[in-house]
């Protein structure tokens, strides 16, 4: 019989097994700064429907829609402003509800991963991308800021994917969730009168922009305080934002000369 110090143990074919090493716990500090970006697009866009109430009551016409609103025949005689300030004016109390609690549900926490100015730019991408695609797309009027909350849910979809090694077990049911909403949403966009292919363009913006644009998260730091650190040069941003532009510019003009 062979002796062994106590606590180790053996098999016939090999040395003494270490004990496995005991797990660890460190803490990772990531981004805490306010998503004042989100409350204050969430702002504006509220003032401006008090402004569509207002001027209803007082005019009988909705003064901001008349301005704002997408409407095809007016982007092709010159009104480009249409395809990015839709975003601004909603039909009802119920629809700027919606768009604002998912914004706010979405915005607040990717607006501290992207930072103050990214997620700026990620949102008026998706507007636009979206109401180019309603533009070529669709012939009617369309109001709302969907397209833009679109393009954020699709942003928040590949910045999980990217970083899916720091998310680790929370990815697939974050990611899961996206899709569900995303899935749920343009189903209950084949309903009449909802503009789902602004939706379907806001998404595809917000898709795009991220992939080449969205933060890569690294752990930097020294045991046991570690924090993240976004190594996305920004020069990939700026190729990111440009390729958007450039490619739902060009569909725009494009269908403003077919």
Known sequence: MN???????TTPAGPPQQPAPAQQTVHVSSPQSAPYVTYSIIGVTVLVYVL????????????PVAIFAKANDLIREGQLWRLLTPALVHGSIMHIA????????FGTGLERYFGHGRFLLLYLLGAFAGNVASFLLTSGYSVGASTAVFGVVGAEGVFLYQNRKVFAGQFRNAIGNIIFIVAIN??????????????????????MFTSFAGPLWELEGIY????????????EVMIGA????????GLAMWGMVR
């Open 3 to 9: 002796d062994y110090p106590p606590g180790s143990s």
């Open 52 to 63: 569509q109430l207002a001027s209803q009551t007082l005019i009988q016409a909705d003064l």
């Open 98 to 105: 919606f768009n604002m609690y998912a914004l706010l549900s």
């Open 224 to 235: 046991p305080a570690y924090q993240l650190v976004d190594r996305r040069p920004v020069r």
């Open 186 to 207: 343009l189903f209950l966009g084949l309903q009449p009168g909802i503009d789902n292919w602004g939706h379907i363009g806001g998404l595809v913006g917000g898709l």
């Open 242 to 249: 440009a390729l958007v532009v450039l490619i739902f510019g």
